[in-house]
């Protein structure tokens, strides 16, 4: 036994080890998110901010999140955060010109039954699997772990678009 030669594992490349081990399911999962993120039904039936709205600069009220999502214009480079499982994401859309004000707007994921949703449950169940079968993780930090990996992945596809000061996910719920 060579003791002296048992290094320490670093987060970082654990981190590395799990992006290439689950590179096409990561990147499957992010493109069917970016794709719900997308969907007009998708966004109102996940609303979590109550409607109406005021533009605090410029007072308008936008009665519902219908009359906001079309009646605001869309950032370019886009800033809606792509869904992951459970978590809070955001819309930022900008009142119209002349006052131009960025309003923002909260949803929650949860359960999806479409065949989109199935689906990226079925990743993210066949990731935790995989983790857990080829990486020293604890089963109890693997969700997180994954959840993890999952923000930087959306973070490594918007690399060539400006920096947005954003939160890009909430927390994920403990358990
Ligand atoms: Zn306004």
């Given at each position: ?7 320490k ?9 799990a992006m290439s081990?689950l ?5 499957e999962?992010v ?5 719900m ?13 109550e409607?109406?709205k005021d ?11 219908e009359?906001?999502y079309f ?24 009142c ?27 990743i ?7 983790l ?8 109890t930090?693997?969700r ?8 930087k992945?959306i973070?490594?596809?918007?690399k060539?678009?400006?920096k947005?000061s954003?939160?890009?996910l ?5 358990g």
């Amino acid at each position: 036994m060579n003791r002296a030669r048992q290094g320490k594992v670093q987060y970082v490349d654990l981190e590395e080890m799990a992006m290439s081990l689950l590179a096409d399911e990561l990147m499957e999962f992010v493109a069917i998110s970016t794709s719900m993120a997308k969907s007009f039904g998708f966004l109102q039936s996940r609303l979590k901010s109550e409607f109406p709205k005021d533009c605090r600069k410029c007072g308008k009220t936008y009665k519902t999140f219908e009359e906001f999502y079309f009646g605001t214009d869309e950032i370019v480079h886009g800033t809606v955060n792509y869904p992951t499982l459970g978590a809070e994401f955001y819309l930022h859309r900008n009142c119209k010109s002349p006052c131009e004000s960025t309003l923002v707007v909260v949803f929650t994921d949860r359960r999806d039954d479409s065949p989109p949703g199935c689906k990226r449950r079925d990743i993210f169940e066949s990731c935790l699997d995989k983790l857990q079968e080829k990486m020293p993780i604890q089963p109890t930090a693997a969700r997180e772990f994954l959840l993890g990996l999952l923000i930087k992945k959306i973070h490594l596809l918007q690399k060539e678009k400006p920096k947005e000061s954003v939160t890009l996910l909430a927390k994920p719920k403990p358990g």
